[in-house]
């Protein structure tokens, strides 16, 4: 069984800044494609940014230039750094594990609790 767990949410003012960490655990030997997603109250799940374990990235465009993800291959680990902050941000944050190895088997698709970010105007 694989695990996610976010870290970093919480309350920030309008222009600030929140860096979101994501662990994974559960005797793994390799991760795929990890991300992050948010899905704000009403609205569906949008993909917010994606990282290869080679560091290749792909964001989306609304969203280019204001968030950040990397990545530690040897912790297991993916964070996204958020700036500028507003309002439309507010929304729960999920991570994502695309084909996690463990010593038992192959997890093809892995998500977190989420975490809440809300952005007081």
């Known amino acids: 069984q694989v695990q996610l767990v976010e870290s970093g949410g919480g309350l920030v003012q309008a222009g600030g800044s929140l860096r979101l960490s994501c662990a994974a655990s559960?005797?793994?030997?390799?991760?795929?494609?990890m991300g992050w997603y948010r899905q704000a109250p009403g609205k569906q799940r949008e993909m917010i940014a994606t990282?290869?374990?080679?560091?290749?990235?792909n964001y989306a465009d609304s969203l280019k230039g204001r968030f950040a993800i990397s990545r530690d291959n040897t912790k297991k680990t993916v964070s996204l750094q958020m700036n500028s902050l507003n309002a439309e941000d507010t929304a729960v944050y999920y991570c994502?594990?695309?084909?996690?190895?463990?010593?038992?088997?192959?997890?093809?698709?892995?998500w977190g609790q989420g975490t809440q970010v809300t952005v007081s105007s």
């Open positions: 994502h594990a695309r084909n996690v190895l463990t010593r038992r088997a192959m997890y093809s698709d892995n």
């Open positions: 559960g005797s793994i030997l390799s991760i795929g494609i």
């Open positions: 990282i290869t374990s080679g560091g290749i990235t």
